[in-house]
């Protein structure tokens, strides 16, 4: 079975990390930029990781057969900094143009304040120019509301749903990005998201239409091969196998393949 994780982290993860998922039949990875656990204070360490992303990680990930694409942004817990942030929002169109480049993310909230809320606006309009698709990032606290205000912000500026990837939904939230008509992600990410079996409930509850999964792997106790294990909770249910497919490679190609950028 062919196998997508549309949200890693790979820049935390070892060597043995990708030798596992090629072996688990994990073909293509897409790396959304991310909070590295403290807060940067110069615009070159932004301009390095975004280098690094394009460069090494793509790299190490293609000798072990795996794709790896990039989405680039000012995380949402970054953009509180006010003085850093317009230097990265700056620069970051310049990046948006390279190869391997399919979206701007990871995009939204994380306390739900007025510099997060420039930051997305000012993200959704570059991604807009550059004809990019938008991976929105719903916060661990007040999921719902910070999810609710990124639809608004969504609406106000006339996003396409469909270029749209809302992730990190759980039961409190999918309602929300159906009724919107975005792409949904669901992160298996131990203790502070999904386990397997809750993220095939939301499947059992809403279908599998523009719904992909991913591990969001990250430094935290996490498990790259959370999108395997998705897999074979689905087919314990009874999901036949095209199903599964779907779900764990379908729906994420059919999503960064808009742009023409994705190469898979």
């Given at each position: 079975?062919?196998?997508f994780d549309p949200h890693i982290h790979m820049y935390s993860r070892t060597t043995d990390d990708y030798e596992h998922m090629a072996t688990a039949g994990?073909?293509?990875?897409?790396?959304?930029?991310?909070?590295?656990?403290?807060?940067?204070?110069?615009?070159?360490?932004?301009?390095?990781?975004?280098?690094?992303?394009?460069?090494?990680?793509?790299?190490r990930a293609a000798r072990h057969g795996i794709r790896h694409l990039v989405a680039l942004s000012l995380n949402p817990r970054e953009a509180n900094d006010?003085?850093?942030?317009?230097?990265?929002?700056?620069?970051?169109?310049?990046?948006?143009?390279?190869?391997?480049?399919?979206?701007?993310?990871?995009?939204?909230?994380?306390?739900?304040?007025?510099?997060?809320?420039?930051?997305?606006?000012?993200?959704?309009?570059?991604?807009?120019?550059?004809?990019?698709?938008?991976?929105?990032?719903?916060?661990?606290?007040?999921?719902?509301?910070?999810?609710?205000?990124?639809?608004?912000?969504?609406?106000?500026?006339?996003?396409?749903?469909?270029?749209?990837?809302?992730?990190?939904?759980?039961?409190?939230?999918?309602?929300?990005?159906?009724?919107?008509?975005?792409?949904?992600?669901?992160?298996?990410?131990?203790?502070?998201?999904?386990?397997?079996?809750?993220?095939?409930?939301?499947?059992?509850?809403?279908?599998?239409?523009?719904?992909?999964?991913?591990?969001?792997?990250?430094?935290?106790?996490?498990?790259?091969?959370?999108?395997?294990?998705v897999a074979r909770e689905m087919r314990r249910r009874g999901y036949a196998r095209e199903e599964v497919q779907k779900v764990v490679w379908d729906n994420?190609?059919?999503?960064?393949?808009?742009?023409?950028?994705?190469?898979?």
């Open positions: 079975m062919r196998i994990i073909e293509a990875v897409v790396e959304p930029a991310f909070w590295l656990g403290h807060p940067r204070t110069h615009l070159g360490t932004f301009l390095d990781y975004f280098d690094y992303l394009l460069g090494f990680e793509t790299e006010r003085k850093v942030s317009a230097e990265v929002l700056e620069r970051l169109p310049d990046y948006l143009d390279r190869p391997g480049v399919v979206g701007v993310g990871e995009v939204g909230f994380d306390d739900i304040t007025a510099a997060e809320e420039e930051a997305l606006r000012a993200q959704v309009e570059v991604a807009r120019r550059k004809d990019l698709n938008v991976l929105v990032h719903t916060p661990h606290r007040d999921k719902r509301r910070g999810t609710e205000r990124s639809i608004a912000v969504l609406r106000e500026m006339g996003a396409d749903p469909d270029r749209v990837l809302i992730d990190h939904n759980t039961e409190e939230t999918i309602d929300l990005v159906r009724a919107y008509g975005a792409w949904a992600g669901h992160t298996v990410y131990p203790v502070t998201k999904l386990t397997p079996e809750r993220a095939v409930n939301i499947m059992q509850g809403h279908g599998t239409d523009r719904l992909m999964v991913n591990s969001s792997a990250d430094w935290g106790p996490s498990d790259p091969l959370a999108v395997c294990q994420p190609v059919a999503f960064w393949r808009q742009g023409g950028r994705a190469k898979l």
